[in-house]
T-cell receptor, first 115, second 117 residues
Framework: DTGVSQNPRHKITKRGQNVTFRCDPI?????LYWYRQTLGQGPEFLTY????????KSRLLSDRFSAERPKGSFSTLEIQRTEQGDSAMYLC?????????????FGDGTRLSIL | AQSVTQLGSHVSVSEGALVLLRCNYS??????LFWYVQYPNQGLQLLLK??????LVKGINGFEAEFKKSETSFHLTKPSAHMSDAAEYFC???????????????FGQGTILTVHP
């Protein structure tokens, strides 16, 4: 169990550019979640996958955001035409199944800064 | 929909003193409840969880929490604070099966714990 891995750890980009983050979940975890955390706030849910199927998307996930999980393994989160308000920590988590008592295991996040 | 309220955005204690971090939740069905800790520039680490059964839950690093249905609370405690406990703590509730929010966690605003020598 190597834990949830996120890359890059930090991303600095200019407004209007596209960025992509990667998340590698704990192996054999079939659920994968994305959250966004802004300074001084708790994480907010963005979307989650059961294997390769994207089952739920938050209203926070505008048309500029897209997430994929091809083959049900790693996942990518892409933000197009970044805006100042996209600056945040993007957290990925995974869990082993559908049971509500299964805790989500978090990665260390990708911190995005928009210049 | 579920919601979580953490009372007190900052809590300061002396080393060796009791730690009490408050969490109240709102849920129309029996909830699953979690406490996570976050150190600077890191992700969240699970401290403990309540699902069903015993209402007093023990977690890592000497922390425990008690589920009180009548008070809709899930407060986190530790008898004796250590300097290494200084971090931000988040309470979270998980949606129940069949609801639209099933699967995702809803977090409170967080409580920053400071421990003084």
């Amino acid at each position: 169990d190597t834990g949830v891995s996120q890359n890059p750890r930090h991303k600095i980009t200019k407004r209007g550019q596209n960025v992509t983050f990667r998340c590698d979940p704990i192996s054999e975890h079939n659920r994968l979640y994305w959250y966004r955390q802004t300074l001084g706030q708790g994480p907010e849910f963005l979307t989650y996958f059961q294997n390769e199927a994207q089952l739920e998307k938050s209203r926070l996930l505008s048309d500029r955001f897209s997430a994929e999980r091809p083959k049900g393994s790693f996942s990518t989160l892409e933000i197009q035409r970044t805006e100042q308000g996209d600056s945040a920590m993007y957290l990925c988590a995974s869990s082993p199944g559908q049971g509500g008592n299964q805790p989500q295991h978090f990665g260390d996040g990708t911190r995005l800064s928009i210049l | 929909a579920q919601s979580v309220t953490q009372l007190g955005s900052h809590v300061s204690v002396s080393e060796g003193a009791l730690v009490l971090l408050r969490c109240n939740y709102s849920s129309s069905v029996p909830p699953y409840l979690f406490w996570y800790v976050q150190y600077p520039n890191q992700g969240l680490q699970l401290l403990l969880k309540y699902t069903t059964g015993a209402t007093l839950v023990k977690g890592i690093n000497g922390f425990e929490a008690e589920f009180k249905k009548s008070e809709t609370s899930f407060h986190l405690t530790k008898p004796s604070a250590h300097m290494s406990d200084a971090a931000e703590y988040f309470c979270a509730v998980r949606g129940s099966a069949g609801g639209t929010s099933y699967g995702k966690l809803t977090f409170g605003q967080g409580t920053i714990l400071t421990v003084h020598p």
